[in-house]
């Protein structure tokens, strides 16, 4: 077993839906969790971080971490097709060393 | 915003040459930078990470040798894919950050290795 499992996609939704990006994990000593975005050729863009359980908003982005059942969820709210790329999520404890999903291939149709 | 510059961004080698990646922080001192090494459709692997000053750590499977890693200041890193071969063909990607800033390190643009 993976120590992240996330679902690879592609996932295709109309422009102005809501996305639901998820991962589990299976290491309870995970306490850092992180949201990249990366287009096609470039280097992953941090978009959300948080610090164990709860909710974190930023425009129209909002991440969950739910630690009892090993969740993490980036929402994405009137997605535009501009938000097109691949979301990894990425988590660590107490060190330096993310471990990442192998990241979610969204496409925002116009 | 912090900033890492990678480059080049794209190169394309003959088997059996080395090839040099470098990796620089723009806008702040980078104590700790980490190369991983992505295929398509996989995740971002950690090959290695150095700390300025001090011989980098490898992960597990990663040819030290093959591999080299230069951590000379705290703006600058680099890789040498020494001896490349195709398999050795990826996206490399650095990320740098100050030490214990556990809130998420900042990327490089990544370099895309073809080794023909």
């Known amino acids: 077993q993976k120590e992240v499992e996330q679902d690879p996609g592609p996932l295709s939704v109309p422009e102005g839906a809501i996305v639901s990006l998820n991962c589990t994990y299976s290491n309870s000593a995970f306490q850092y969790f992180m949201w990249y975005r990366q287009y096609s050729r470039k280097g992953p863009e941090l978009l959300m971080y948080?610090?164990?359980?709860g909710n974190k908003e930023d425009g129209r982005f909002t991440a969950q971490v739910d630690k009892s059942s090993k969740y993490i969820s980036l929402f994405i709210r009137d997605s535009q097709p501009s938000d097109s790329a691949t979301y990894l999520c990425a988590m660590s404890g107490r060190t330096y060393k993310y471990i990442f999903g192998t990241g979610t291939r969204l496409k925002v149709l116009a | 915003g912090a900033v890492v510059s990678q480059h080049p961004s794209r190169v394309i080698c003959k088997s059996g040459t080395s090839v040099k990646i470098e990796c620089r922080s723009l806008d702040f001192q980078a104590t700790t930078m980490f190369w991983y090494r992505q295929f398509p459709k996989q995740s971002l692997m950690l090959m290695a990470t150095s700390n300025e000053g001090s011989k980098a750590t490898y992960e597990q499977g990663v040819e030290k040798d093959k591999f080299l890693i230069n951590h000379a200041s705290l703006t600058l890193s680099t890789l040498t894919v020494t001896s490349a071969h195709p398999e050795d063909s990826s996206f490399y990607i650095c990320s740098a950050g100050e030490t214990g800033a556990l809130e998420g390190y900042t990327f490089g643009s990544g370099t895309r290795l073809t080794v023909v």
């Open positions: 948080t610090y164990s359980s």
